[in-house]
């Protein structure tokens, strides 16, 4: 399996618990779609029994789970086991969400299996502090977003977007950011990407939305303006 190189800026979609079967299927394609047009890479979450599905059916798309474990095979009862994901083809994993924590112990044991059978890691912190913090396990992706505008749809300010990926970027400067939390337009899209972030995504933004279609249309618009826009700043 090779080693997936992420370009800024990317996308993430995390349809959580809202959507499975064939509606998260009909997401999964639209969202495959965008990423082929606009030439995007995006990872895409989905519950355990659908990623086969994602994988089989999306090649555009970097199928990722909502949550993994460090257990190794053998005993373990209910747990997801990293070699299963692997061979399912699962490229990437969210760990320490808000609405499933874990402790700094098993975070930090799961980022180590994670690397031993190729899945990134993308991993949430709350705070500018949190953030810094968690960077010293050199996570492929940290997710800055504040918990308390989680499916707000409000987006934290400037200040918070550059000091948050500022700090990661001072202790694991390889590692993405993740500018999330309460992303529900277009301009929160450009403004995530503007202002430092490496990637945005949504949750209700997208999946709560009148039509989630259209919403990730505009949102995947917004994603190619500002690609243009640091383009242009940065030569």
Same mark, same amino acid.
């Given at each position: 399996?090779?080693?997936?190189?992420?370009?800024?800026?990317?996308?993430?979609?995390?349809?959580?618990?809202?959507?499975?079967?064939?509606?998260?299927?009909?997401?999964?394609?639209?969202?495959?779609?965008?990423?082929?047009?606009?030439?995007?890479?995006?990872?895409?979450?989905?519950?355990?029994?659908?990623? +086969?599905?994602?994988?089989?059916?999306?090649?555009?798309?970097?199928?990722?789970?909502?949550?993994?474990?460090?257990?190794?095979?053998?005993?373990?009862?209910?747990?997801?086991?990293?070699?299963?994901?692997?061979?399912?083809?699962?490229?990437?994993?969210?760990?320490?969400?808000?609405?499933?924590?874990?402790?700094?112990?098993?975070?930090?044991?799961?980022?180590?299996?994670?690397?031993?059978?190729?899945?990134?890691?993308?991993?949430?912190?709350?705070?500018?502090?949190?953030?810094?913090?968690?960077?010293?396990?050199?996570?492929?992706?940290?997710?800055?977003?504040?918990?308390?505008?989680?499916?707000?749809?409000?987006?934290?300010?400037?200040?918070?977007?550059?000091?948050?990926?500022?700090?990661?970027?001072?202790?694991?400067?390889?590692?993405?950011?993740?500018?999330?939390?309460?992303?529900?337009?277009?301009?929160?899209?450009?403004?995530?990407?503007?202002?430092?972030?490496?990637?945005?995504?949504?949750?209700?933004?997208?999946?709560?939305?009148?039509? +989630?279609?259209?919403?990730?249309?505009?949102?995947?618009?917004?994603?190619?303006?500002?690609?243009?826009?640091?383009?242009?700043?940065?030569?």
């Amino acid at each position: 399996m090779s080693e997936i190189v992420l370009k800024r800026p990317f996308f993430v979609v995390n349809p959580k618990s809202y959507l499975y079967g064939e509606k998260l299927h009909q997401l999964a394609k639209k969202t495959d779609e965008l990423c082929e047009n606009y030439d995007f890479q995006s990872l895409f979450t989905a519950q355990l029994v659908d990623l +086969p599905w994602v994988v089989q059916n999306c090649p555009h798309l970097i199928p990722c789970a909502q949550f993994m474990e460090s257990l190794k095979p053998g005993r373990g009862m209910g747990h997801v086991l990293p070699e299963a994901l692997a061979a399912a083809g699962v490229r990437a994993t969210f760990l320490n969400h808000a609405e499933n924590p874990m402790t700094v112990n098993e975070l930090a044991r799961t980022i180590v299996r994670a690397r031993e059978v190729g899945i990134l890691t993308c991993v949430c912190a709350d705070s500018v502090e949190e953030a810094k913090a968690i960077a010293e396990l050199h996570p492929d992706i940290m997710t800055c977003e504040l918990n308390n505008l989680i499916g707000t749809g409000h987006i934290a300010g400037a200040d918070y977007i550059r000091a948050s990926t500022e700090a990661v970027k001072s202790v694991s400067p390889k590692t993405m950011v993740l500018q999330a939390a309460g992303i529900s337009t277009g301009q929160d899209v450009y403004d995530a990407i503007y202002y430092g972030g490496d990637a945005t995504g949504g949750t209700s933004g997208i999946v709560c939305a009148d039509d +989630p279609f259209a919403k990730l249309e505009e949102m995947f618009e917004a994603l190619d303006h500002v690609r243009s826009a640091i383009a242009v700043k940065e030569a």
